[in-house]
Structure formats: structure tokens, C-alpha cells
């Protein structure tokens, strides 16, 4: 089974963040997600992603690295240069995630935030941008939000492109995801009555496209706590870390959370990838200290292998 895991940036000075993430190389994940950009949460350090990302590339062997891009933080050709760059000097372990993003807070820093349907319509002006410039061909574009006028980057990447994950939900996001990316990631919890419709958006999109969604690789954060007997304070603990959920229920919430001894854990992460057909589920351990963090990678690290957990799509 493939695995990866999230380790929040804004939790963990980076020391013990690099401690964390070689910690997982050595057991076998194939991801660390960093926190992306800005960020307003509660916490005594906020880590810039893109930054903590390359510091952690350069100081790992063989496990990817990836933290969410925010379009209306980039420039689109500064971007496209940007990520291939990395690529260029960390090779594949550098993985491009992008969204339309969800922080209000962002507008403090002056940022252009915009309505949902602006973010939308930003993310797909950038990633077709972006995907056009790593062609290595000069671009132009009079977009609403992207402008271009014979930009062109080098080095491009090999053969022109990289995969692209975007991570969304809504019906319009779903239909960006289904144009433009490599990889969806399932932006709510394991909770089937929430991904569900967004699964049927999905293929829906792409059949307008002429695409099968069977070609986007599918992985999901899941929020898993290894001893944790308690629903009610793994909710609360849940709500705090994850602010964007509060339209889901307490009642619903409880099917998209893992808790228990190691072994219920690692049924419950099986479980979970053969019934949202997940290529790569991501053990969401943001907001858990370094040492409980250690922990629950320890404990899951079993699944890591080629025979447990395969997906089912449908």
C-alpha cells in the first residue's frame, strides 16, 4: 500500500518537522505534505510552504515533498519558473499542488482573495497557463486574472510537462480537476455521503471532456489519531485544525475520523482506500505534537507495501 502523511508546518518548528519527515523516508511514505502558504491559524511559528518544502527536499534522499500553491499568491509565469526550478534541481520528489484556496484571513496580508467563483476561474487561468509555459513555448494570455505577453521560461521540464495535483470539492473546482490534473486530492474527510456527489461531479466533468477519471490518480487526508478513544475531543480537535469543515455535522463527522488502538487504525485506513478508491491515502497528523506524530507513522507503517489496501473505484 502507498502512504503518505501530513505534517503541519505551523505545528512543528522546522527542526522537529525534518526530524519528523526523515523519520517517515525511513519507513517508507512516499509524501510529506507541508502546510502552503499564508496562514492565520493559532500557532506560534507559521512556516511559508514553498520555502519549508525546498529546505526539506534538500535535506531528505527519497521521499516526496509537497505543500498546496495558492494562485492568487503567484504570479502565473513566476510560478510555472518556480516549479521548474525545483524539479529541475530535486527531480520528481518535488510535486506541484495547487488549489483555489479557502483562507478570508489571506485579505490581511493584501492579497487578492475574491469570491469562490474568482478563485475558480484564477486556478484554471494559471494552471493552463503554467502547463503552456513548462511546454517551453512562448506564452500569451489576456485572461481575467492572467496576463502574459510572450513570456517563456527555461529550463522547461522534460518532455513539456509535470504532473499537477489540485485539490477541491465543489462542482465547478471538479471541473478544473477534471481538464487540468494528474491526481485529485478528495478535499473533504472519508465521509461517503460528502464524496459521493463530488465523485459523480467528477466523472461527469470529465465525460464532457472525453475523459476517463479512472486517468486522475485519487488521494485523500485522513484524519487519524493511533489511542485516541475519545470522539468527542478527536471532533474538536478535528474542528480546530480543519476551520473550511464546518458544514459537516458531529453526527457525520465521526465516519470521516480514524481512531483506536494501531490495528483498528490500520483497518479503518483499508477500509477507507478500497471504498473512496484512493491511490494514495495521506495520514493527516496536523496538529499532533512530534512525539505523537512518531507514533502514529510507527503505527501504520505495516500497511506499507505492495499487497494491502487496493483501491476500488467505481
Request: hydrophobic content about 40%; aromatic content about 6%.
Given at each position: 500500500?502507498r502512504?503518505g502523511c501530513a505534517l503541519g508546518?505551523?505545528?512543528?518548528?522546522f527542526e522537529?518537522?525534518?526530524a519528523l519527515v526523515?523519520?517517515?523516508e525511513?519507513l517508507?511514505?512516499?509524501v510529506a505534505h507541508v502546510?502552503g502558504?499564508v496562514s492565520m491559524?493559532?500557532?506560534?511559528?507559521?512556516l511559508?510552504?514553498?520555502?519549508?518544502?525546498l529546505?526539506?527536499?534538500?535535506?531528505?534522499e527519497?521521499?516526496?515533498?509537497?505543500?498546496?500553491?495558492?494562485?492568487?499568491?503567484w504570479?502565473?509565469?513566476?510560478?510555472?519558473q518556480?516549479?521548474?526550478?525545483?524539479?529541475r534541481?530535486?527531480?520528481?520528489?518535488?510535486?506541484?499542488?495547487i488549489t483555489?484556496?479557502?483562507?478570508?484571513?489571506?485579505?490581511?496580508?493584501?492579497?487578492?482573495?475574491?469570491?469562490?467563483?474568482e478563485?475558480?476561474?484564477?486556478l484554471?487561468?494559471?494552471?493552463?497557463?503554467v502547463?503552456?509555459?513548462?511546454?517551453?513555448?512562448?506564452?500569451s494570455?489576456?485572461?481575467r486574472f492572467v496576463?502574459?505577453?510572450?513570456a517563456r521560461i527555461a529550463?522547461?521540464?522534460?518532455?513539456?510537462?509535470m504532473?499537477?495535483e489540485?485539490a477541491?470539492?465543489g462542482?465547478?473546482?471538479?471541473?478544473?480537476v477534471?481538464?487540468?490534473?494528474?491526481?485529485?486530492?478528495?478535499?473533504?474527510p472519508?465521509?461517503?455521503?460528502r464524496?459521493?456527489?463530488?465523485?459523480?461531479?467528477?466523472?461527469?466533468?470529465?465525460a464532457?471532456?472525453g475523459?476517463d477519471?479512472a486517468?486522475?490518480?485519487?488521494s485523500q487526508?485522513?484524519f487519524t489519531r493511533v489511542g485516541?478513544l475519545?470522539?468527542?475531543?478527536a471532533r474538536a480537535?478535528?474542528r480546530?485544525?480543519?476551520?473550511?469543515f464546518?458544514?459537516i455535522?458531529?453526527?457525520e463527522l465521526e465516519?470521516g475520523?480514524?481512531?483506536g488502538?494501531?490495528?483498528?487504525?490500520?483497518e479503518r485506513?483499508?477500509?477507507?482506500?478500497?471504498?473512496?478508491?484512493?491511490?494514495l491515502?495521506?495520514?493527516?497528523?496536523?496538529?499532533?505534537?512530534?512525539a505523537?506524530?512518531?507514533?502514529?507513522?510507527d503505527?501504520?507503517a505495516?500497511?506499507l507495501?505492495?499487497?494491502?489496501?487496493?483501491?476500488?473505484?467505481?
Open positions: 500500500m502512504l508546518a505551523h505545528t512543528h518548528p522537529e518537522l525534518l526523515r523519520h517517515a525511513s517508507g511514505y512516499e502546510d502558504d491559524l493559532r500557532r506560534p511559528e507559521v511559508d510552504g514553498w520555502t519549508t518544502s529546505a526539506l527536499l534538500s535535506e531528505t527519497r521521499i516526496a515533498i509537497t505543500s498546496l500553491r495558492l494562485p492568487h499568491h504570479n502565473a509565469a513566476r510560478l510555472a518556480a516549479a521548474a526550478t525545483a524539479l534541481i530535486h527531480g520528481p520528489r518535488f510535486r506541484f499542488a483555489a484556496g479557502a483562507q478570508p484571513a489571506d485579505r490581511r496580508f493584501g492579497l487578492d482573495y475574491g469570491t469562490g467563483a478563485r475558480v476561474a484564477r484554471e487561468e494559471t494552471v493552463e497557463a502547463r503552456a509555459l513548462w511546454r517551453g513555448e512562448p506564452v494570455r489576456e485572461g496576463r502574459l505577453d510572450r529550463p522547461a521540464p522534460p518532455g513539456g510537462r504532473p499537477v489540485i477541491g470539492r462542482r465547478r473546482l471538479l471541473g478544473v477534471a481538464a487540468h490534473a494528474d491526481r485529485w486530492d478528495v478535499n473533504w472519508p465521509i461517503r455521503a464524496v459521493g456527489p463530488a465523485v459523480r461531479w467528477l466523472a461527469e466533468a470529465c464532457a471532456l475523459r477519471p486517468e486522475i490518480e485519487r487526508w485522513i485516541q475519545d470522539a468527542d475531543a480537535e478535528f480546530e485544525t480543519n476551520p473550511w464546518a458544514e455535522d458531529r453526527d465516519e475520523l480514524v481512531l488502538d494501531a490495528a483498528r487504525c490500520r485506513v483499508i477500509e477507507i482506500a478500497r471504498v473512496h478508491g484512493l491511490d491515502p495521506i495520514l493527516d497528523l496536523t496538529g499532533l505534537d512530534a505523537a506524530s512518531r507514533r502514529t507513522l503505527a501504520l505495516p500497511l507495501g505492495p499487497d494491502a489496501g487496493r483501491p476500488e473505484r467505481r
